[in-house]
Nanobody, 126 residues
Framework: VQLQAFGGGLVQPGGSLKLSCAMS????????IGWFRQAPGKLREGVAC????????YYANSVKDRFTVSRDNAKKMMYVRMNSLSPEDTAVYYC????????????????????WGQGTEVTVSS
């Protein structure tokens, strides 16, 4: 398994949670690594990503200023810190990677990512 997301759980509205992604084959040859989510009955959507070589961060508008994506190259880990969670953030969260160059405009499009981990479920509910 190349990617494995974990750290999900039940959190109250307004709470915080930090998800982790173990990337067993991470290398600087990756172009992007990112977080995606799929809510019940909805399509999978991009949440945040990191342009590996430059370190640039990109966020979906729905999570900007609430979520923070980060990585630890030495540990081959990626994280997303999620604050001010609301029921609308309830979803299965996935981490993914690609070695293909992606235009900035489609950084968070699922079709451009080749490797996916099993998701971790996040439920925001009181």
């Amino acid at each position: 398994v190349q990617l494995q997301a974990f750290g999900g759980g039940l959190v109250q509205p307004g709470g915080s949670l930090k998800l982790s992604c173990a990337m067993s084959r991470f290398s600087l040859n990756y172009y992007n690594i990112g977080w995606f989510r799929q809510a019940p009955g909805k399509l999978r959507e991009g949440v945040a990503c990191i342009r590996v070589r430059s370190g640039e961060l990109y966020y979906a508008n729905s999570v900007k200023d609430r979520f923070t994506v980060s990585r630890d190259n030495a540990k081959k880990m990626m994280y997303v810190r999620m604050n001010s969670l609301s029921p609308e953030d309830t979803a299965v969260y996935y981490c993914a990677s690609t070695s293909r160059a992606i235009l900035t405009a489609v950084n968070l499009h699922t079709l451009h990512y080749d490797y996916w981990g099993q998701g971790t479920e996040v439920t925001v509910s009181s």
